[in-house]
């Protein structure tokens, strides 16, 4: 049963069972957009004594403000109703609520390039808009999510030592091999081998990257349940992965 069919059924009174499976449903989703969020703007929730739970706590309210004023007769997707109420749940946090944005002044042009890019290989919003009838609420968070992590990895590799960010970045970041490498610093095979284990050993150490791949395993497990719930056969272990 998709989101939007269990969102439905669970707007009507006598059904208000479902209202927890769905919120089981769509939590990680805005447990995450909570994560992306605090970092995003640390410091401002940090001035406003808002910790990343705070947030995590007030999701559950923004997904019921969405349950209640999600209508499916407009064929959108139920996250699609979850940003509003998320971003209310923000504003009330740091106190930013009775701010008032025009949308005409807030409006960009699509061809403008999305970060600092390079012109030869620029990124514009319109590269990453979504083909019809693909949800662009999604889309757009998954592109905000990936440029995200890539921002994390980016820092931990930037504060390797010189010799082990350079291997990380060559082999990694633009695609050399081991042995061009190797040409290019004049020395073995086995010493860039060498360096590049130690590199990414160094890169598992780090906190940062460690929350981050637990995120990423989270998200996997969940993928894998989600497909599962729709294999008949796959019944039980769906409750218990649920569980």
Sequence with gaps: MT???????????????????LWEKVKPV????A????NARQSLFQQCGVELWD?????????????????????SKFSSYLSYPFQSLLAELTGTRSTKREPLNEAVSLDVPIKNQAEEGKVTLADILPDKGTDIETAVLSQLEQDEESRLVHEAVDRLPERLREVIELYFFQGVSLVDIAQRWGCTYQNVSGQKAKALQQLRRSSVLQEL????????RWNAVQHMEYLPDRFDLVQQCRE
Aim: overall charge positive.
């Design 55 to 75: 947030i995590r706590q007030g999701c559950y309210t923004a997904f019921l403000s969405a349950l209640r004023g999600y209508k499916p007769e407009t064929g």
């Design 3 to 21: 989101n939007e069919q269990l969102a439905t059924l669970a707007q009507q009174p006598e059904n208000e069972e479902l209202v927890p499976l």
């Design 30 to 33: 805005l447990w995450l957009k």
């Design 35 to 38: 994560k992306q969020a605090y």
């Design 213 to 220: 791949r637990r995120e990423y395993q989270a998200h996997q």
